[in-house]
């Protein structure tokens, strides 16, 4: 039985860093094990220009710790008045590795986003003729749709319909949930691809309410059935280059976790890549690791795999570390679901 492997070094395809001080105290996890992340614009305000774009990029590399190498790759959050022309311009100057697709309420610090897909038909024209990939977060926010049923909702009512009238729009259908999801990227040609999260191969709904509402489970879109994980895993440990590695590591602070109204996100980054590797050991698949990890988003977004390696190695005794830490005054904490954690990065 392996207990250790060696593989090219990953890439995190959605991260999520925030800014500030809750930057300057996560991104140090983050930059431990990955070479580059498409970072996530949903900050307050979003980011929707290339210069906001180069400013927060700025504010990540400052944020680094000593002799990182850590790489973010930006992208824009797609609002209603986006112009056309300005993601033309960005694209010029490659500042935008990705545009982001949030309906406006679906998720945290989405308020700004999408409110029709028709509205932003103009800009996916341009982002079609030019190569963007748009990355999708797939949920309809209408009130009568059952909170379960959001992500395969709008694959009917969104996807199908943009797929239609966009057939070579790049597209990223990010953090997949539900088998209805996997059977439809399956479906579809290569320009569809998806994300997976550790959090999703490792979580059913029965966590966000086991012993009581865990709100350190609840992220959206929120994990699914039995059947839908059992498709998530196979999807991602599948060797099919449609599907990679997407953290959606996403942290708040303890005090907006435990409320009423809770903040929707799962700050995994520590322990992302030990639970990945752990489920691919337990499907029988380490050899496909490296691909889900570290080959397959790359090559999606024309980018060549990292140039350094890491080592995970499987412990007799459940990992332990410190599950909660500071950032700034506030208090943070990272994934710690009831599956015992045996993996872990040691190079």
């Not at 520590?270 to 570290?294: A, D, M």
Request: hydrophobic share 40%.
């Amino acid at each position: 039985m392996n207990t250790e492997i060696t593989i090219i070094r990953p890439d995190d395809w959605h991260l999520h860093l925030r800014d500030g001080k809750m930057l300057a105290a996560v991104l140090p996890y983050t930059a431990k094990i990955y070479g580059r992340a498409i970072v996530m614009p949903n900050l307050m305000p979003p980011i929707t220009s290339v210069n906001e774009a180069e400013e927060y990029r700025r504010r990540i590399i400052a944020a680094r710790p000593e002799g990182s190498n850590f790489e973010p790759l930006m992208t824009c959050y797609l609002t209603d008045a986006t112009d056309p022309e300005d993601i033309r311009a960005a694209c010029a100057v490659k500042a935008f590795h990705a545009v982001k697709l949030f309906p406006a309420g679906a998720t945290t610090n989405s308020d700004n986003g999408v409110t029709s897909i028709k509205n932003v038909y103009p800009v996916l024209e341009v982002m079609q003729e030019l190569g963007i990939p748009l990355s999708v977060h797939g949920e309809v926010v209408d009130p009568e749709v059952d909170i379960f049923d959001r992500e395969a909702v709008f694959i009917e009512k969104v996807l199908i319909p943009l797929r239609k009238d966009f057939p070579e729009l790049k597209i990223i259908f990010e953090h997949l949930t539900c088998k209805k999801a996997v059977d439809y990227v399956l479906d579809q040609d290569e320009f569809t691809v998806a994300t997976i999260t550790p959090h999703h191969l490792v979580l059913t709904r029965n966590d966000l309410f086991k012993g009581g509402m865990n709100p350190y489970m609840y992220c959206l879109p929120v994990a699914k059935t039995f059947e839908d994980r059992k498709a998530l895993r196979e999807a991602a440990t599948s060797g099919n280059e449609k599907f990679f590695l997407g953290t959606d590591s996403a942290p708040h602070a303890c005090k907006n976790k435990e409320k009423e109204g809770a903040f929707a996100g799962i700050f995994n980054a520590p322990t992302s890549i030990g639970y990945v590797t752990q489920v691919f050991e337990r499907c029988g698949e380490l050899p496909r690791l490296e691909g889900f990890t570290s080959i397959f988003g790359a090559r999606f977004y024309g980018l060549s795999p990292n140039g350094s390696t890491i080592t995970l190695t499987k412990r007799d005794e459940p990992v332990s570390m410190n599950w909660l830490f500071k950032a700034g005054e506030d208090e943070v904490k990272i994934f710690n679901p009831d599956t015992p954690l045996y993996w872990e990065l040691v190079d």
